[in-house]
């Protein structure tokens, strides 16, 4: 089993950073990746980053790029969200998940392990 943990959330105003950690534990597997979501009252979780942990290679959506990056540090087992510039507009739920394998993106319910979830809210 391999449980998650976010930190990092918290209530910000308009143009400021934040970076969200997600610590891994647990059982480890020989390829896997580590995305995180966010998510909005009513809509589905949407993944905006993720990072594959042996290659490095990562993954950012659109709509935060530029802005948001991911990065990791195996010693920690640690995934890091460093976002910038943050507008109202990212102002979500976030949770970060772990996937078996090297594929960066897949639909919400392709992850097989979750997090609790830490809340960013921006303020105008």
């Known amino acids: 089993q391999v449980q998650l943990v976010e930190s990092g959330g918290g209530s910000v105003q308009a143009g400021a950073s934040l970076t969200a950690s997600c610590a891994a534990s647990g059982r480890t597997f020989s390829s896997f990746v580590v995305g995180w979501f966010r998510q909005t009252p009513g809509q589905e979780r949407q993944l905006i980053a993720s990072i594959g942990w042996d290659s490095g290679n990562t993954y950012v959506a659109d709509s935060v790029k530029g802005r948001f990056t991911v990065s990791r540090d195996n010693a920690k087992k640690t995934v890091y969200l460093q976002m910038n510039s943050l507008n109202a507009g990212d102002t979500a739920m976030y949770y970060c998940?772990?996937?078996?394998?090297?594929?960066?993106?897949?639909?919400?319910?392709?992850?097989?392990?979750w997090g609790q979830g830490t809340q960013i809210t921006v303020s105008t």
């Open positions: 998940a772990l996937r078996h394998g090297r594929l960066l993106v897949g639909r919400w319910n392709s992850w097989n392990y």
